[in-house]
């Protein structure tokens, strides 16, 4: 899974969202580091909900716009909980090994730069 | 400029761009991203201290090459069959099927006597089989290349889907190159073109079906249970049915000459009536689905007219070489332009049918 549709994923775990709520958010979930524009992300939603993994939750209408919400669907969830596990483990086996080369994470300064645990395939 | 003016031309220009996307994903997606995309301007400002559109007018760099790459991106997914088992990987999935089984069919040198038998039986003259096979040993490099279509047949009802497609690019990429040595000598004349270039052209048919199928077909191989095995009678039946009536008409010659060329058509029309009948029918009573019946037909009649008798009984009767032109209008429409305007009048049925649905309907809020 990309970077992108993951964010996308997360940013759709707690509550849906409409298309411009998911980009704000998933700008908040990077620390501002993933900027996502409407191509991608409606490049993204599509495939998802093709793959039956994000589903229309409604839709609004706001000053003539509309404006549709959307949510994981239940296979969407599981396969964000297995995404994360994979990460989380690919993360802990990178922190050990660079904590044996004496590098400490979480939060410290490496080189001036803080150091991301978050690892993407 | 007013911020009201300005804000007009920037949704026109974002309005231009995502005309770029297909016209479903529009319809799905246009007015939506249009009202992200005006929305979304935290990134995005020209100058603007106030973010929002404010005097903005040109879309960011940035954006515009996004939406450019998301629309390329539309065009493969919604222009190759969006949805797995949709009706055009449906369509595709069929069409590669069809289409290797009715070339194979037709490189069978017991067919080819089968065809001649029937020749001469409406001619009332005696068989002579070896003429049959004579006629295979004139063009043994051309048949062993459609012969290859029947390893793609068999190929095309397994789950090998990109080794079916390899292998009918492998049939098809020397047939294009023997055509070509066939016609290029007899150029300036289309009916010699007309004439080499028609197997080739089904072989690139079938070839892109099956590839359309490799990246977007259903998930499961079309079986030859159910519409598989319609198809697969339909074609047999078809080309029983329809070259030696077309041979037959070569024998009213004198009278569709009489007729005028108009009258020609009309006899060659009704005399395609009753086979076309005869298989739509017998498809019908297999339980064959409307869309797949109407594309199995189509594409075992336009291949029928195009490697047998129909368009040679075209080539016959018209004038030279306007015949031979004239096969590649009436195959392509019968084998390609009818099966996808059969698709696009199932999706429109289908999409008439969703669309009340979902207004009476509103999808359950399961929190």
Known sequence: MREPTFLIMTALAEQPQHGYGVIADVGRISDGRVRLRAGTLYAALDRLRTEGLVEVDREEIVDTRLRRYYRLTAAGVTRLADETIRLRANAAAATARLSRRGVQLGGTAIGGATAFCAVMA | ?367
């Open chain 2, 1 to 367: 400029v007013t911020v009201d003016g300005a804000a007009e031309r920037l949704e026109r220009r974002y309005r231009l761009l995502l005309s770029c996307y297909p016209r479903a994903h529009r319809a799905e997606y246009g007015e939506e991203m249009l009202g992200v995309l005006l929305a979304d301007t935290s990134g995005d400002r020209d100058g603007d201290p106030n973010g929002g559109v404010g005097l903005r007018r040109w879309p960011a760099p940035a954006t515009v090459a996004d939406l450019l790459v998301g629309a390329g991106r539309a065009w493969v997914r919604w222009g190759s069959g969006r949805a797995a088992g949709s009706r055009w990987a449906g369509v595709a999935a069929v069409l590669g099927l069809a289409l290797p089984f009715a070339m194979a069919l037709a490189s069978l040198p017991a067919y080819r006597i089968m065809v001649l038998s029937w020749d001469n039986y409406l001619r009332g003259l005696t068989l002579d089989v070896r003429h049959g096979w004579m006629l295979e040993a004139t063009d043994v490099a051309g048949l062993a290349l459609l012969g290859g279509w029947a390893v793609v047949f068999v190929l095309a009802l397994t789950r090998l889907r990109w080794p079916t497609a390899v292998v009918a690019w492998l049939c098809t990429l020397p047939q294009l190159l023997l055509g070509a040595l066939w016609v290029l000598p007899t150029i300036p004349d289309l009916t010699g073109a007309a004439l080499h270039l028609c197997w080739p052209a089904v072989s690139v048919v079938a070839a892109v079906a099956l590839t359309v199928t490799a990246l977007r077909g259903p998930g499961t191989p079309v079986r030859l249970g159910g519409p598989a095995l319609g198809l697969v009678l339909v074609t047999i039946v078809e080309f029983v049915l329809l070259q030696p009536i077309t041979y037959a008409l070569v024998d009213l010659r004198p009278v569709a000459r009489m007729a005028g060329s108009l009258g020609w058509w009309l006899v060659l029309a009704a005399a395609a009536a009753v086979p076309v009948a005869a298989v739509a029918l017998l498809a019908r009573r297999i339980g064959v689905p409307g869309t797949l019946r109407a594309v199995g037909v189509a594409a075992a009649i336009g291949v029928a007219f195009l490697g047998g008798s129909g368009g040679n009984v075209l080539l016959d009767m018209g004038p030279e070489p306007a015949a031979g032109v004239w096969r590649w209008v009436v195959w392509p429409l019968l084998s390609f332009a009818l099966p996808v305007l059969a698709a696009r009048l199932a999706e429109r049925r289908a999409a008439l049918r969703r669309a009340p649905d979902s207004l009476d309907d509103p999808q359950p809020d399961p929190r």
